[in-house]
């Protein structure tokens, strides 16, 4: 087996409008989805990879392509939407989410005490959304659904950067701000990840 090599990491960041704010189910899904295939093609296009039919296993996690792991998210608030993708030559996850501010009872199920004090420095919806995307891309790197969340842990955060830790093995993620959303992607950047945007993204101060 190959051994996992460190790479120029490219991650396609695009909004796009949803033109019926009020839209709900198959129509927003499917112009999200349509949107963030787009992105996953540049992403490739800029990454050199040629990816063919794109497949997902039981568990609905991606299958690799010629050889080449993908990625893809999308999510959406009231009119506007966000996508974000990436191709890899490694396992690769990436998870978008819209901030929000959660129940008290499910920042507790997801987060614990120790977790939600690398944190604190931090107004509580953006903590939550940082930590909850950098969980959800762990689990889609590993090819893992949310059933797993609770097994994978936040050991540090530095900025931007967080190393979170699943059955003994560490996976560094990358976060980024598009107001009001938060990207996250885990995977093997040899150094930062190249986020590809139409637009600055905002950079949190780091605590």
């Known amino acids: 087996m190959m051994e996992p090599v460190d790479e120029h990491l490219i991650v396609v960041v695009r909004r796009t409008a949803i033109p019926d704010a009020s839209a709900r189910g198959v129509a927003r899904v499917a112009l999200l989805r349509a949107t963030a ?9 800029t990454s050199g990879a040629q990816l063919g039919k794109l497949e997902k296993d039981a568990r609905d996690a991606p299958l690799p392509s010629n050889g080449w792991h993908w990625t ?8 506007l939407g966000l996508v974000a993708a990436a191709v890899s030559r490694n396992p690769v996850g990436i998870d978008a989410e819209a901030v929000e501010t959660p129940r008290p009872e499910i920042i507790e199920q ?4 120790a977790e939600r004090r690398l944190f604190r420095a931090e107004d509580e919806a953006i903590a939550f959304t940082r930590a ?8 889609k790197k590993l090819g893992l659904g949310l059933m797993s969340l609770s097994e994978v842990r936040i050991e540090d955060v530095d900025g931007d950067l967080s ?10 993620v990358e976060s980024r701000s598009f107001a009001p959303f938060i990207v996250a992607v885990a995977g093997r950047a040899r150094e930062s990840v190249d986020w590809r945007s139409s637009e600055p993204e905002v950079r949190e101060a780091a605590q």
């Open 37 to 45: 295939l787009a992105a996953l093609a540049e992403a490739a296009r």
């Open 72 to 79: 893809l998210s999308h999510t959406s608030l009231g009119n």
């Open 132 to 139: 909850w995307t950098a969980k959800e891309a762990v689990l």
């Open 110 to 113: 997801a987060l614990s005490k």
């Open 163 to 172: 190393v979170l830790e699943r059955n003994g093995v560490r996976h560094a």
